[in-house]
């Protein structure tokens, strides 16, 4: 029994993911350094269809590193700031009167990879919009639908710390994401080299020599790659069990969904092929658990009062679990 079709695989040259990250790496090198887990993060994403949210203080270069990435991918992409008052239609588009006629122009969210910043500063009918989007691959206005491209990647970003005037998003909402990222300060070293970058002024000065080293046509080779990839009844029974473990633990209220169980099938897949493998394995469901679920759940108010994290819920979820061999 196999989870998925056998899909054919695309020609050589195609769809190779651990090439594809050499290249982009390559490229984002120029101008972001360290931050190699995000940047994995975010291909896994993109070789699965799925949404990132990048969470971290001010200043380590989530928007940054989210625009060199999509200039490398040689995709389109825009940059929505979100902010108190952004409406809905900003995002998605408005009908406009041109010649008579009713036309329908457009917004922001009609690109490849969009850089949804700041996705905490806006209210929450503008967050829905994003999500509903995120959610259903199209966008609705005035009661006609419009489907986006594809493929679609949102990377938001959000900043950990409440200040007064934002809008956390909503835990059900969360549940969206594919994977929620932490991204955290560089080491020393890294932030010495950081200072070595070429600036002008403040800004670096070298985002322009982010060359385009993919293609839509290249990315849409690596998500059938990536759904090509082979999973066994064991490691799925594994990778269901750490997914049900965290509906069990004391310290959580709401554990994860069964949406989370097929973002970390395909997360895990995405893993597999970006460790050179055709085969997912119960390390690469280790390695993307983490990411994959922290955000979705939800932790008893007594576990928070003792800092317990929802990344030690996830921890303990697979300690529940015995590793098949
Ligand atoms: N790892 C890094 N490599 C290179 N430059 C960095 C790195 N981290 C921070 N910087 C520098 O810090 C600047 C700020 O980065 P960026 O605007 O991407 O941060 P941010 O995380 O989006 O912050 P905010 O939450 O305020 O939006 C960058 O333009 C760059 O000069
Ligand atoms: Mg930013």
Same mark, same amino acid.
Do not use: C, W
């Given at each position: ?65 989210? $625009? ?76 006609? $639908? ?58 670096? $000065? ?120």
């Amino acid at each position: 029994m196999s989870y998925e079709p056998p899909a054919p695989e695309p020609s050589p040259g195609g769809g190779d993911l651990l090439a594809l990250r050499a290249r982009v790496l390559a490229e984002v090198r120029k101008v972001v350094v360290g931050q190699e887990a995000t940047l994995d993060a975010l291909l896994l994403a993109v070789s699965v269809g799925g949404h990132v949210l990048l969470e971290g203080v001010p200043g380590v270069a989530k928007t940054l590193l989210a $625009s060199a990435l999509a200039r490398a991918l040689g995709v389109d992409f825009r940059r929505a700031q979100f902010t108190p008052d952004m409406l809905p239609s900003d995002l998605t588009g408005t009908l406009t009167l041109r010649a008579g006629e009713l036309a329908f122009r457009p917004g922001p969210v009609f690109t490849n990879v969009l850089l949804a910043d700041e996705i905490n500063r806006t209210p929450p009918k503008t967050q829905a919009a994003l999500l509903e989007a995120m959610q259903e691959g199209q966008v609705t206005v005035d009661g006609e $639908s419009h489907p986006l491209p594809d493929p679609f990647l949102v990377v938001a970003t959000q900043n950990p710390i409440e200040y007064e005037g934002t809008y956390p998003l909503p835990e059900a909402q969360l549940d969206r994401f594919l994977m929620k990222v932490d991204v955290g300060y560089p080491d020393e070293a890294g932030e010495f080299a950081m200072l070595g970058l070429a600036h002008r002024g403040t800004a670096p $000065s070298t985002l322009d020599d982010v060359q385009p080293v993919a293609g839509v046509a290249e990315l849409r080779a690596v998500r059938a790659l990536v759904d090509a990839t082979r999973v066994t009844p064991e490691v799925a029974a594994y990778l269901l069990r750490v997914v049900r473990a965290t509906r069990e633990l004391p310290s959580v209220a709401v554990g994860a969904s069964p949406r989370a169980a097929v973002h970390l099938l395909a997360v895990s897949k995405a893993a597999a092929r970006l460790a050179g493998r055709d085969f997912v394995t119960p390390d690469d469901v280790s390695a993307v658990v983490t990411p994959t679920l922290r955000h979705r759940l939800v932790l008893r108010p007594e576990a928070e009062l003792e800092r317990f994290r929802p990344d030690d819920a996830v921890a303990n979820a697979v300690q529940l679990v015995p590793v098949p061999r």
